[in-house]
C-alpha cells in the first residue's frame, strides 16, 4: 500500500474515532464509525464514549436494531510484545453483534467473539466467547445465565411486534 494512503486513512480514522468519541448526537456517531469502515445496520444505537477498535475498525459488524450503550469498548486485535509468545497470541479477529441485541454501559468485547440475536451483555460484562442468542450474559468472564427465547417470542407475538425501533435508535 502506499505509504501516502496508509497515513492518510489513519489520519481520517483517528479524527472520526475522536469524533464520535464525543459526539452527543447518535446519528452522526454512527455515520462516523460507518466512514471508518465499520458495519453498521440500520436503527443502532452506539453510545457516547464507545470505542469501536481504532485499528481494525472494518473487522466490526453491528446488525439492524442493535443497541451498543455508552462506554463500551470492541477491541477486534491483541498486539502482544514479543516476550509473552506462547502465552498471549497476537490476533485479529472479527465482532459480530447480532440483530436485537444489547450491550450494556462498560462491557468490553474482546477479539473473535459473537453476539448472538436479542442477546444482553450485562454492564462491566468481559465478553471472550460467543455468547448464544436470547441470552442474558453477566460477569468476568461473561457467563450466560439466563434464556429467554420463549418469552421474547411469546412477546413479539403477543404484542403484534414486527421490528421493534426505540424512538433515540433512529439514524
Keep these: 500500500m502506499n505509504p501516502l494512503f496508509f497515513a492518510y486513512r489513519k489520519i481520517r480514522n483517528i479524527i472520526l474515532y475522536r469524533l464520535a468519541f464525543f459526539c452527543p448526537i447518535n446519528k452522526w ?3 462516523m464509525h460507518r466512514r471508518r469502515g465499520c ?3 440500520e436503527h443502532v ?3 457516547q464514549q464507545s470505542s469501536l477498535d481504532n485499528a481494525y475498525p472494518e473487522l466490526i459488524y453491528i446488525e439492524d436494531y442493535v443497541g451498543i450503550t455508552g462506554n463500551n469498548t470492541l477491541l477486534c486485535h491483541n498486539n502482544s510484545p514479543a516476550y509473552f509468545d506462547g502465552i498471549v497470541h497476537c490476533m485479529a479477529a472479527p465482532i459480530v453483534v447480532r440483530h436485537h441485541a444489547i450491550v450494556a454501559t462498560g462491557a468490553v468485547l474482546l477479539p473473535g467473539v459473537e453476539i448472538g440475536e436479542y442477546s444482553i451483555v450485562s454492564a462491566n460484562s468481559v465478553v471472550s466467547s460467543n455468547i448464544a442468542p436470547y441470552t442474558l450474559a453477566v460477569g468476568n468472564p461473561a457467563k450466560q445465565v439466563f434464556e429467554f427465547e420463549k418469552r421474547v417470542k411469546r412477546n413479539i407475538e403477543k404484542y403484534g411486534l414486527k421490528e421493534t425501533v426505540c424512538p433515540e435508535y433512529e439514524g
Design 39 to 41: 458495519h453498521i445496520g
Design 45 to 47: 444505537y452506539v453510545g
Design 29 to 31: 456517531r454512527v455515520w
